[in-house]
């Protein structure tokens, strides 16, 4: 069986030749021949297309299974989305993506795992319990920067974020694990200098965050690499700023989305506007860059919370070392609270680039 794997809107993160979460079927589904392509017009000669979609990538995969007499499965975080059991595709696949293809090649999806949802199979799984387990993803090729994921899921509900929904209870690699396939990387790729973690949280977990740095600074990969991701501004203390800096991270980033702290309630944020202020004081305290994203149009904003934002940021961004990196539009997706049963064939659902 030959199937090829396709990230629909091309790769989530530029930085790779494709997206992570097809690497990780690659390397961890046996039984087949499984390729990876990066243009949809590749999607020929094979025995099954697997697509991967978030929300603003449906329309896409819709139009490739409505273009193609080859069996289909999709997966992804579109899989929140109930309406998509109404199309055509063999299988939508909700969950863990690797035990799910690997059920598939077994058994052809014919087993005790299918669900009659709507009319249309399912495979449902949820919860590698050891992520430790998996293979290393394949990332296809890679420059100077090399991504990589150490965890699966948040600890945090944010109301207009799925993650939770999607992923279930957050697990993390062990710090050894993580430790050893960034060796991998360095001698996977002889250029790479940026270790880039696309974790919605990794340092969520504080014991393994402190086993992180203690191996880190042990092997001196602090003098190997530079390394960035998301931290939680809640979570920032002049301890673990200190100790981020030592690893070599090249700046702080984190979601502050509103200057108000009401908003911060509506979206269930767990953070205040204080929050996010002392963690761009200790940041710049501690001689790091610091950037933020922002959001807005939440429903239920007012005049006034945008008063309040526009305070925070003109307090902020008149230094050099602050920027909004990431600028937002709200968006009700699946998933979230606030989805409102919008279909994700129509409108825009590309948030990036609001005011």
Request: net charge negative.
């Amino acid at each position: 069986m030959l199937i090829k794997l396709y990230n629909c809107l091309g790769v989530e993160h530029p930085v790779s030749e494709y997206s992570i979460g097809l690497g990780y079927l690659k390397t961890n589904c046996t039984g087949a021949d499984i390729e990876i392509v990066t243009d949809r017009w590749q999607l020929k000669d094979c025995d099954l297309i697997g697509l991967s979609a978030v929300a603003d990538g449906v329309r896409e995969a819709v139009d490739i299974l409505e273009s193609t007499d080859i069996p289909v499965i999709i997966g992804g975080q579109c899989s929140l989305w109930k309406p998509l059991r109404d199309f055509p595709f063999k299988y939508v696949i909700v969950g863990e993506g690797e035990r799910s293809l690997q059920n598939f090649i077994d058994f052809g999806g014919d087993y005790t795992g299918i669900h009659q949802l709507e009319g249309r199979r399912t495979i449902e799984f949820y919860d590698i319990p050891n992520l430790d387990d998996l293979n290393f993803p394949d990332r296809g090729r890679c420059a100077e920067i090399v991504p990589i994921i150490t965890s699966r899921g948040c600890p945090y509900n944010c109301h207009f974020c799925s993650s939770q929904k999607y992923w279930g209870k957050p697990r993390f690699v062990s710090a050894e694990y993580f430790i050893t396939e960034v060796y991998h990387l360095l001698a996977q790729y002889k250029d790479m200098k940026f270790l880039y973690i696309l974790d919605d949280l990794f340092m969520a977990d504080k014991k393994r965050f402190e086993g992180i740095y203690e191996r880190w600074m042990q092997y001196e990969l602090d003098k190997r690499l530079v390394i960035g991701g998301f931290v939680r501004s809640n979570l920032i203390t002049k301890e673990t700023v200190k100790m981020l800096k030592d690893m070599g991270w090249h700046k702080l980033r984190f979601g502050a989305e509103s200057g108000s702290d009401r908003v911060l309630k509506l979206l269930n944020k767990s953070t205040t506007v204080e929050d996010n202020q002392r963690c761009i004081d200790i940041g710049l305290e501690a001689g790091l860059r610091v950037s933020f994203s922002m959001m807005w149009h939440v429903p239920g904003e007012t005049i006034e919370d945008r008063r309040l934002t526009g305070e925070f940021l003109k307090k902020n961004l008149c230094n050099p070392k602050v920027s909004i990196e990431g600028n937002y539009h709200f968006r009700p997706y699946p998933g979230t609270k606030f989805y409102n049963g919008e279909s994700l064939l129509e409108g825009e659902w590309n948030t990036r680039g609001a005011a």
